[in-house]
């Protein structure tokens, strides 16, 4: 079991960058892929970025490759998303995610098990 805590939200104008952290406490850090999700009201949580348990591969949705980031520091038990350029679109609710390294390659919401509670980024006009 592992617990996760988004912070670093709040309101930003278009255009501009914010960097997104989560912290997981728990469990044995390494042995989670780690991803970030988001939510705007009225629509599905989507698939933002993701990271291999050991930080070789990444990905990220097309919506925002180029302009998000996604890290993490297995020291610190931490998972960042350092967003740049950004858009109103990109207004939600930021949730970062866990799921074992082993389970699958599929980067859907529902191929993670754990989930932090959430983070609001308002990026306005």
């Known amino acids: 079991q592992v617990q996760l805590v988004e912070s670093g939200g709040g309101l930003v104008q278009a255009g501009g960058s914010l960097r997104l952290s989560c912290v997981a406490s728990g469990g044995i850090f390494s042995f989670y892929e780690l991803g970030w999700f988001r939510q705007a009201p009225g629509k599905e949580r989507e698939f933002v970025a993701a990271?291999?348990?050991?930080?070789?591969?990444?990905s990220y949705a097309d919506s925002v490759l180029g302009r998000f980031t996604i890290s993490r520091d297995n020291a610190k038990k931490t998972v960042d998303l350092q967003m740049s350029r950004l858009k109103p679109e990109d207004t939600a609710v930021y949730y970062c995610a866990a799921r074992s390294r082993w389970r699958t390659t599929q980067l859907g919401p529902r191929e993670y098990d754990f989930w932090g509670r959430g983070t609001q980024l308002t990026v306005s006009s």
């Open positions: 990271m291999s348990w050991s930080g070789g591969s990444t």
